[in-house]
């Protein structure tokens, strides 16, 4: 285990106090676009491209973007990079993207969620000297933003390039959860050797895995980190904007580590209505008095069980806290499991890319409790914790 203490982030940046508290307040944190003094002048005099989506917002209230700031102060953003859900946010999960124009400033957009090879063409990077990434992920190993950041950190190294991130909160970051990925599974929803909840910012994960050598080869790149100001991973960071389609609400981001896995099965978590994440059911499930139709909507054109009525459980009346502390609860999945009595077909293989190991789902079939699962990955978290110190950013 690599324990070095990572050297990317300017001095400068490593000496800027955070505010200690317990739990700040979203209102009390500067995000790192939001840091002019920064990174302007990292940035000036360089052709820069843009990866960001419509959570790359400086001023909520306005809706100005990073990209409109940028352009505003003289900042030569020559190409745009988008990831899943596209630069608009409002492509479905999953769905490929094409490249484009942004209409608005008539820069190219290269996606990069597009089916084929993530790495962007020679042709682009020969226009750019610098990688700008502005996200706002939610702290989930399967939510695919940060494998975007990786491919175009592979890209940097390849092409040497520097790379400039500038942070936003992680709305998870208070929990690590969860098994580390055996990379015998690695997908388009899991591509580090990471917790299924990781705790980190992107600008964290960032330095991690150039300190662990994760690039291709073990490659290094110039990294710079912009923190943000006022941020501990204690923060109860509330989101301006919906991330992607279906987290619409704080509530659907603080079960989504749990809920999430019911993509893996027959069991319906509410897409195709506007409780996506927050609830679950199927049309065979017994004994429930909840229910929901799934319809194709924005965002979820085809969801499963698409106009069946589904019976189920819903999920929205528990207290954010008690999401929050109980982390990945299994209890859910192992509910429907019993309920259906589908033994194994209850699962797909995409199950083992999601939770990352192959001991889960025979847990769940030999009778294992959600709480006796967690304790045999809890050895993981620890583990993990220990290795990802030396590129924490934030207070825990």
Same mark, same amino acid.
């Given at each position: 285990?690599?324990?070095?203490?990572?050297?990317?982030?300017?001095?400068?940046?490593?000496?800027?106090?955070?505010?200690?508290?317990?739990?700040?307040?979203?209102?009390?944190?500067?995000?790192?676009?939001?840091?002019?003094?920064?990174?302007?002048?990292?940035?000036?005099?360089?052709? /820069?491209?843009?990866?960001?989506?419509?959570? =790359? *917002?400086?001023?909520? &209230?306005?809706?100005?973007?990073? $990209?409109? +700031? %940028?352009?505003?102060?003289?900042?030569?953003?020559?190409?745009?990079?988008?990831?899943?859900?596209?630069?608009?946010?409002?492509?479905?999960?999953?769905?490929?993207?094409?490249?484009?124009?942004?209409?608005?400033?008539?820069?190219?957009?290269?996606?990069?969620?597009?089916?084929?090879?993530?790495?962007?063409?020679?042709?682009?990077?020969?226009?750019?000297?610098? /990688?700008?990434?502005?996200?706002?992920?939610? =702290? *989930?190993?399967?939510? &695919?933003?940060?494998?975007?950041? $990786?491919? +175009? %950190?592979?890209?940097?190294?390849?092409?040497?390039?520097?790379?400039?991130?500038?942070?936003?909160?992680?709305?998870?970051?208070?929990?690590?959860?969860?098994?580390?990925?055996?990379?015998?599974?690695?997908?388009?929803?899991?591509?580090?050797?990471?917790?299924?909840?990781?705790?980190?910012?992107?600008?964290?994960?960032?330095?991690?895995?150039?300190?662990?050598?994760?690039?291709?080869?073990?490659?290094?790149?110039? *990294?710079?980190?912009?923190?943000?100001?006022?941020?501990?991973?204690?923060?109860?960071?509330?989101?301006?904007?919906?991330?992607?389609?279906?987290?619409?609400?704080?509530?659907?981001?603080?079960?989504?580590?749990?809920?999430?896995?019911?993509?893996?099965?027959?069991?319906?978590?509410?897409?195709?209505?506007?409780?996506?994440?927050?609830?679950?059911?199927?049309?065979?499930?017994?004994?429930?008095?909840?229910?929901?139709?799934?319809?194709?909507?924005?965002?979820?054109?085809?969801?499963?069980? *698409?106009?069946?009525?589904?019976?189920?459980?819903?999920?929205?009346?528990?207290?954010?806290?008690?999401?929050?502390?109980?982390?990945?609860?299994?209890?859910?999945?192992?509910?429907?499991?019993?309920?259906?009595?589908?033994?194994?077909?209850?699962?797909?293989?995409?199950?083992?890319?999601?939770?990352?190991?192959?001991?889960?789902?025979?847990?769940?079939?030999?009778?294992?409790?959600?709480?006796?699962?967690?304790?045999?990955?809890?050895?993981?978290?620890?583990?993990?914790?220990?290795?990802?110190?030396?590129?924490?950013?934030?207070?825990?």
């Amino acid at each position: 285990m690599k324990k070095s203490i990572p050297i990317f982030l300017l001095s400068l940046l490593m000496s800027i106090p955070f505010t200690l508290r317990a739990q700040t307040s979203s209102a009390e944190v500067k995000v790192g676009a939001q840091r002019v003094e920064l990174y302007e002048p990292l940035l000036r005099g360089k052709k /820069i491209a843009l990866l960001s989506n419509h959570t =790359g *917002l400086v001023d909520p &209230t306005t809706q100005k973007h990073t $990209l409109d +700031l %940028m352009l505003e102060r003289g900042l030569n953003v020559v190409n745009i990079f988008s990831p899943e859900h596209g630069f608009r946010g409002n492509a479905d999960a999953g769905q490929h993207v094409k490249s484009s124009v942004d209409t608005k400033t008539g820069i190219p957009i290269a996606s990069l969620y597009t089916g084929k090879t993530p790495m962007p063409s020679r042709e682009v990077m020969d226009k750019i000297d610098v /990688i700008v990434v502005d996200l706002q992920d939610v =702290g *989930l190993r399967y939510y &695919t933003y940060y494998i975007t950041m $990786l491919h +175009l %950190m592979n890209a940097a190294a390849a092409y040497g390039k520097e790379v400039v991130v500038l942070d936003r909160p992680n709305p998870n970051g208070m929990t690590v959860d969860g098994p580390i990925l055996d990379m015998k599974y690695a997908s388009g929803v899991g591509r580090l050797p990471i917790p299924v909840v990781h705790g980190m910012t992107l600008g964290e994960l960032a330095q991690m895995i150039v300190g662990e050598g994760w690039l291709k080869g073990g490659a290094k790149i110039k *990294l710079t980190v912009v923190p943000c100001e006022g941020y501990t991973h204690q923060t109860r960071y509330q989101l301006p904007v919906a991330p992607s389609p279906n987290l619409r609400t704080m509530k659907a981001v603080y079960l989504y580590p749990s809920t999430c896995f019911f993509e893996a099965t027959p069991v319906s978590l509410g897409r195709g209505t506007d409780m996506a994440f927050t609830v679950y059911g199927h049309p065979d499930m017994e004994g429930c008095d909840f229910s929901f139709t799934p319809r194709s909507i924005a965002g979820a054109t085809n969801p499963p069980q *698409l106009n069946k009525k589904c019976y189920g459980r819903d999920l929205r009346d528990i207290p954010d806290e008690e999401l929050i502390a109980q982390g990945i609860n299994l209890d859910y999945i192992i509910d429907a499991y019993y309920n259906l009595e589908l033994g194994d077909a209850f699962f797909t293989s995409f199950f083992e890319k999601l939770i990352g190991v192959d001991y889960v789902r025979q847990m769940i079939e030999w009778g294992n409790t959600a709480d006796e699962i967690k304790a045999r990955w809890q050895p993981d978290v620890e583990l993990f914790k220990e290795q990802r110190s030396p590129y924490l950013l934030y207070p825990e």
